[in-house]
């Protein structure tokens, strides 16, 4: 009985640390937006210039939820890290054990069948990451030709400032 809940904390703390990756979030608290939903502001372009009152305050507001939020957040996540240190090494070493006594039972062709699907998964998971990798870098290149394109736009209204 006291497995089981340990293991259903577990499984918990492991969907709160998967939760980012689920979501397209950054994992660590270091590469996430200050704040859920909203991406950083790109470097190339610039904050609108604070011409109403009501926007320094809104930023002020912003900022002091921001540092609220995560001074909350990060002694949570600091746990969830300590916990996973914790118990994943055993965890590991328990499923290993068990894959080892599994495989020990299988016949030797079994086992070179399974050892060549494996070879060829992890081929496919390769070209896989391969082709994502080149969509990504595609949609980013076509981001910074809009962004470009907009920037360019805006220098021209303002008169070529």
């Known amino acids: 009985m006291e497995s089981r809940t340990l293991l259903a ?3 918990l703390l492991t969907a709160l640390v998967a939760w980012p ?6 994992a ?41 939020y995560h001074a909350e957040l990060d002694p949570l996540e600091a746990q969830i890290k300590a916990l ?3 118990y994943d090494p ?7 054990q068990r894959r080892e006594l599994v495989e020990a ?12 699907e494996a070879t060829e998964l992890k081929s496919l998971a390769d070209q896989e990451k391969t082709e994502v990798e080149k969509v990504r870098q595609h ?12 920037q360019q736009r805006r220098k021209e209204l303002h008169g070529g400032k």
Do not use: F, H
Not at 21 to 26: M, N, Q, V, Y
Not at 90 to 96: G, K, N, P, R, V
Not at 105 to 116: C, F, H, I, N
């Open 28 to 68: 660590r608290a270091d590469d996430r937006p200050a704040t859920p939903g909203l991406a950083k502001v790109p470097a190339t372009q610039a904050p609108a210039p604070a011409k109403d009152p009501r926007i320094a305050e809104l930023d002020t507001k912003i900022k002091a939820l921001r540092e609220q």
């Open 139 to 150: 949609y980013t290149d076509m981001r910074k030709e809009i962004q470009a394109k907009y």
């Open 105 to 116: 039972g299988k016949s030797p062709e079994m086992r070179a069948l399974d050892d060549q």
């Open 9 to 11: 904390r577990l499984a």
């Open 90 to 96: 055993q965890i590991t070493a328990l499923e290993d």
């Open 21 to 26: 990756l689920a979501t397209g979030a950054p």
């Open 84 to 86: 996973k240190d914790k």
